[in-house]
């Protein structure tokens, strides 16, 4: 059988210095007799030999009372330490205590302010034992960082893209309706057609106190159930657009006669009052409709035309909620 | 491949050869799109094929191309990212090389599906080296001539590199360092990172 070597103290501190080149030895009285080479990096300009060990370090878990017994009592745990000076590094560390009464090991790390410490302390790799991980930890917070801001950027480009397609869309996302680039598409093509057709300016009325009442999901269901009910209500070759929260229009196409264009609005708005369902409250709204037929405006452009409409959504509007207008021949 | 190893290519192109010619290198490649995305994954063949393009383009033989390529990677400002990484394998150019073999799984760490070729360092004694390099594209071995002698000037190391040609499945790159602190190098300060 073998015995290991008797270690005197040089031998044990030259070994220590390069396996825990962040240990501090200390004397039974808590003062500093060695610190490793990297621990005395971080009081650059000091001695720490000599000094009370919790003169330079604040033990802040667990809680002692200063004292180099409550510190010793604390041998074998996790320790949180923090420089007293500034920077106030945070460091972990582990006190092991020496036979008869003869002080302690302990020996320090820099733990998650890792980052910070180095640039602080301007440390190399030197500074690290050669098995500590802080090396790779640096390298992979770099890393990562480098393949975050990668990911970052191509997620910033695919938002773009996004907002980039759903301006070029022709779909109202809520409501599935058309919305108004595509009613800007339709009206010049009906206006180059020569077709007649009827244009209808539609608002809702009492949605604001369902919004403000029930919140913006109830009002988001309300719009998504009434612009199922227009779309019902009209056939396939009209268009209903959603154009604002909550303004749509109309375009119904081949229609020249006022009595069944009023007939029309009349039936869009009894169907839109009838009460909506929403989680077991009843939101009820009503329309105004403001409308024109392209016939009473002969050779004018969509603008004009929207104008017309909104004009006698206007005059449908000062009559009180639920009627309609119809734009008159001047 | 790896979006990061296509755009790689794309922007050694771009920084190096001005920014007419890679829309003629896409074109000719038939990639579809006039950029790659780091962080998506491109389909078998696309790198080839954008070697392929750039070689015709340049007139130039793939291996010089290759070789500038991985000059590149280290030495061009817009990587340095890329060149701290790589200091983090060691202190010295030697140290450096013994770290090659952890190379594709260090890159792995930060980006898993990043497929980097896998490198094995054989050490020959007095200052002779070769690595074994063994890549998903052959001539990945010239990427690795021209890296080690930018990372080599970078640690202020004067070495010999030569790329000796495949051996199997393998391309042997050999390395000579005939003086480890030959200059000054380029300075790495561990926590210079700007994050």
């Not at chain 1, 009349?266 to 392209?294: K, M, N, W, Y």
Request: include cysteine; hydrophobic fraction near 45%.
């Amino acid at each position: 059988m073998t015995t290991a070597p008797n270690l005197d103290g040089s031998a044990v501190t030259a070994l220590l210095d390069l396996l825990c080149p962040m240990h501090a030895r200390l004397g039974p009285t808590g003062h500093i007799l060695h610190a490793g080479p990297t621990l005395c990096k971080l009081r650059p300009g000091h001695r720490l030999e000599g000094m009370r060990f919790l003169e330079v370090m604040e033990l802040r878990r667990p809680r002692g009372d200063g004292s180099m017994s409550a510190l010793m009592a604390a041998a074998g745990r996790k320790l949180h330490l923090r420089l007293r000076d500034r920077p106030h590094t945070q460091l972990k560390g582990v006190l092991a205590p020496l036979p008869d009464g003869a002080g302690a090991v302990i020996d320090l790390s820099l733990g998650i302010s890792v980052v910070e410490a180095v640039r602080d302390y301007a440390l190399t790799s030197a500074d690290f034992a050669a098995t500590d991980l802080t090396i790779e930890m640096l390298y992979l917070v770099e890393a990562k960082s480098a393949a975050m801001e990668a990911s970052r950027k191509l997620n910033l480009r695919l938002e773009g893209a996004k907002i980039a397609a759903e301006e070029q869309a022709f779909t109202d996302t809520l409501t599935g309706l058309k919305n108004r680039r595509a009613l800007d598409c339709v009206l010049y093509r009906q206006l180059a057609g020569g077709r007649d057709f009827a244009l209808l300016a539609l608002d809702l009325d009492l949605f604001k106190g369902v919004n403000d009442r029930l919140g913006h999901a109830a009002g988001d269901h309300v719009l998504q159930e009434v612009a199922r009910r227009m779309v019902e209500e009209t056939r396939g070759d009209d268009m209903v657009a959603r154009v604002g929260g909550d303004e749509f229009i109309l375009i119904l196409d081949g229609l020249a006669d006022r009595t069944r264009l009023a007939r029309i609005a009349a039936r869009l708005i009894t169907r839109l009052e009838e009460p909506i369902d929403f989680e077991g409250q009843t939101c009820v709204v009503s329309a105004s409709i403001g409308a024109v037929l392209s016939g009473d405006c002969p050779a004018a452009p969509a603008a004009e035309l929207k104008e017309a409409a909104d004009r006698a959504l206007y005059r449908a509007k000062n009559g009180g909620r639920g009627r309609h207008a119809l734009h008159c021949r001047e | 491949m790896h979006g990061l190893i296509n755009r790689a290519i794309e922007r050694f192109t771009r920084d190096t050869y001005g920014p007419e010619t890679w829309p003629e290198v896409a074109r000719r490649a038939e990639l579809g799109t006039d950029e790659f995305e780091s962080m998506m994954t491109y389909p078998e063949g696309t790198t080839v094929r954008v070697l392929d393009a750039l070689c015709a383009t340049l007139g130039k033989p793939r291996a010089d191309i290759l070789e500038d390529i991985g000059t590149y990677l280290v030495s061009h400002p817009a990587l340095e990212t890329l060149r701290r990484l790589l200091r983090f394998g060691g202190v010295d150019f030697e140290e450096f090389l013994q770290s090659l073999d952890d190379l594709p799984e260090r890159a792995r760490l930060a980006v898993p599906d990043l497929g980097l070729p896998e490198l094995d360092l054989h050490e020959h004694g007095a200052g002779a080296f070769s690595i074994a390099c063994r890549g998903q594209v052959r001539g990945f071995g010239h990427v690795v001539v021209g890296l080690l002698r930018a990372m080599a000037d970078d640690y202020g190391a004067l070495v010999l590199i030569e790329h000796k040609g495949a051996r199997g499945p393998d391309e042997i790159v050999e390395i000579r360092l005939l003086e480890a602190g030959f200059s000054d190098g380029r300075a790495f300060d561990l926590g210079g990172a700007v994050l």
